[in-house]
T-cell receptor, first 111, second 111 residues
Framework: AAGVIQSPRHLIKEKRETATLKCYPI?????VYWYQQGPGQDPQFLIS???????DKGSIPDRFSAQQFSDYHSELNMSSLELGDSALYFC??????????FGPGTRLTVT | TQLLEQSPQFLSIQEGENLTVYCNSS?????LQWYRQEPGEGPVLLVT?????EVKKLKRLTFQFGDARKDSSLHITAAQPGDTGLYLC???????????FGTGTRLKVLA
């Protein structure tokens, strides 16, 4: 069965640079969620989209923005990167309110 | 303030033992999900519970949603080394697209 695809899997950036993470949801899933997970921490909800519209917002810094495109893939744009942004970034997709299927994550390292 | 508290945080047991992990909150959840996460990978959905008092079984795993929909438990019977991982509960308070994760329970099953 098709799963959530995230790219890139690993990304190394320097402070103050910009990064773009991509997420391709499971086919026919209309909802995408973004999470940030620091070392030894639980995933923190950043933002979600339903049918290409932002549906909810969590602890997403103003330096980050995201959108969902007409083909339902989503991109998380991160600017002015800081050392504290180093984390695993997960995308999850859903075809119903009561389930989420997570991608393998993008490991972002800011140096 | 963490809305979802899990206990215990860490658990190390011998193969064949039983264990229970708890997920507690003062908030009422529309639904609650349990995930298992391996290091460096995305959380994998195990089950979703929606109705107060609901009990679901998945092989050796039994999940229960509290009558008031504020808490949940995961019971593993005859644990195996393959059960080792991080167990996370996640709840949705309003039926919207925003999930809060619990603090996590790190389980290690020794052969």
């Amino acid at each position: 069965a098709a799963g959530v695809i995230q790219s890139p899997r690993h990304l190394i950036k320097e402070k103050r640079e910009t990064a773009t993470l991509k997420c391709y949801p499971i086919p026919r899933h209309d909802t995408v969620y973004w999470y940030q997970q620091g070392p030894g921490q639980d995933p923190q909800f950043l933002i979600s989209f339903y049918e290409k519209m932002q549906s909810d917002k969590g602890s997403i810094p103003d330096r980050f923005s995201a959108q969902q495109f007409s083909d339902y893939h989503s991109e998380l744009n991160m600017s002015s990167l800081e050392l504290g942004d180093s984390a695993l970034y997960f995308c999850a997709s859903s075809g119903s309110v009561y389930e989420q299927y997570f991608g393998p994550g993008t490991r972002l390292t800011v140096t | 303030t963490q809305l979802l508290e899990q206990s215990p945080q860490f658990l190390s047991i011998q193969e064949g033992e039983n264990l229970t992990v708890y997920c507690n909150s003062s908030s009422v959840f529309s639904s609650l999900q349990w995930y298992r996460q391996e290091p460096g990978e995305g959380p994998v959905l195990l089950v979703t519970v929606v109705t107060g008092g609901e009990v679901k079984k998945l092989k050796r795993l039994t999940f229960q949603f509290g009558d008031a929909r504020k808490d949940s438990s995961l019971h593993i019977t005859a644990a195996q080394p393959g059960d080792t991982g991080l167990y996370l509960c996640a709840g949705d308070t309003s039926g919207t697209y925003k999930y809060i994760f619990g603090t996590g329970t790190r389980l290690k099953v020794l052969a």
